[in-house]
Structure formats: structure tokens, C-alpha cells
């Protein structure tokens, strides 16, 4: 795989998207843009182009389960990992039905956050899960 270049990141909470960006931007290299309003995320996904898109599932407007059947309505396929603070089995089950990547709880603190991207950097680079995930 290529080496990530640039992250979307779809989440109206803007502390979780000033602590995923930070995790990101501690990677090294990488572009991070933010988007807080799901209705702008298909305009933002088509005009960025992002390598993997992060995408909170409960957001006002649209959730994340719209967003994401609305990227995948367009033939994107562009990789989406979903990262919410629900932990619920259906809605883990609904993510990956809709056509997610992959799907994490959101960590509880910025270290949390650290060790979060940077496994989906190693991930990302490696083309395999890293130890002990």
C-alpha cells in the first residue's frame, strides 16, 4: 500500500475532531481535513479525495449510516472507517452491512486517540493488522 497521504474526518463533536486530527497529525506527513456538518460530507469526500474517511455515526441531520450510504451510492469506494462512541452490537452490525471498513469506539483521551491512528497508520502502510489488535 501507499503511504497515507490525506484523512477526512466527518464528526460534528468538534473535540473529537481536534483529538483525531492531533493523532493524525502526530503521524506525521499526513493532510487532515474536518468536516462538522454531515450534510457537507459527500461535497467534501468528491472535492478532497481523501485516502480513508473517519465518520461518527450519531450526528444531527444525517448519521453517519447516511453519509456512508450515500458515499457508496456514488460507486466511491473509498475506505471509511467508522469511529463512534457507541459500542452496540447492531450498530456495529448496520456499519458493516452499510459497507464500512472498519469500526471503532472512540477512545476516552488523547493518548487513546494516539494509539488509535496510529495503528490504523501502521495498518495503513503494513497492509495487516498490527500486533495485538
Known sequence: MTKLRKVLIVDDNPRCGELLSLAFEACGCVEVETEAKSRNALERVQASRPDIIMLDIKMPELDGFDVLSAI??????????????????????????????????????????????????????????????
Open 72 to 133: 457508496r451510492g456514488t460507486g466511491d469506494s473509498v475506505p471509511v472507517i467508522m469511529c463512534s462512541g457507541s459500542a452496540l452490537q447492531n450498530d456495529v452490525r448496520r456499519a458493516y452491512a452499510s459497507g464500512c471498513n472498519g469500526y471503532l469506539e472512540k477512545p476516552a483521551s488523547l493518548e487513546g486517540y494516539r494509539n488509535m491512528v496510529s495503528a490504523i497508520c501502521q495498518y495503513w502502510t503494513m497492509n495487516k493488522l498490527p500486533d495485538g489488535m
